[in-house]
């Protein structure tokens, strides 16, 4: 008998610790304004802030279809090589996946990048993240907005 509790023991106490609680899922009001907050450190050109914002592994693909990591994308914002004049989001969406959501919408941009003026309209995706060490963007998209003849 001694022998039987002496196994069943340890899983009667498992049952007894209380399951940690699910981290809760990520926020609208909290994914939007970290698309709000990227595009303002954009336009302020705050690259430090900007790179504490940015997952490790952030890709940003440009409207043009450049892709860079997030130290390329940093690193031209921090020297010059391309500086925002204008990042304007608007008609922001939505998608919930738990603790990490898609926000989409249109965006207003105008950069100039190595003395080449860009502005436009796109539509764009973001994929945003709770993490330990908060919100964090993982990928950014933008396609050019469809031309109206």
């Known amino acids: 008998m001694k022998?039987?509790?002496?196994?069943?023991?340890?899983?009667?106490?498992?049952?007894?610790?209380?399951?940690?609680?699910?981290?809760?899922?990520?926020?609208?009001?909290?994914?939007?304004a970290t698309a709000q907050k990227?595009?303002?450190?954009?336009?302020s050109s705050d690259a430090n802030?900007?790179?504490?914002l940015l997952a490790?592994?952030?890709?940003?693909t440009h409207g043009t279809g450049k892709v860079?990591?997030?130290?390329?994308?940093?690193?031209?914002?921090?020297s010059g090589a391309r500086k925002y004049e204008q990042c304007e989001m608007k008609d922001l969406r939505f998608i919930s996946?738990?603790?990490?959501?898609?926000?989409?919408?249109?965006?207003?941009?105008?950069?100039?990048?190595?003395g080449k003026t860009i502005e436009g309209n796109y539509r764009f995706l973001m994929v945003v993240t709770k993490t330990d060490q908060g919100i964090k963007v993982v990928s950014y998209q933008a396609t050019p907005s469809e031309k109206k003849e």
């Open 38 to 43: 990227w595009a303002t450190l954009l336009v």
């Open 49 to 52: 802030s900007l790179e504490t």
């Open 3 to 32: 022998f039987i509790l002496t196994l069943l023991l340890p899983v009667l106490l498992v049952g007894l610790v209380p399951a940690k609680a699910a981290e809760s899922p990520l926020k609208e009001a909290d994914a939007t």
């Open 56 to 60: 490790s592994d952030y890709v940003h």
């Open 68 to 78: 860079e990591s997030k130290q390329q994308f940093v690193e031209a914002l921090r």
């Open 97 to 114: 996946l738990g603790n990490t959501a898609v926000v989409h919408g249109s965006i207003d941009v105008q950069a100039l990048a190595r």
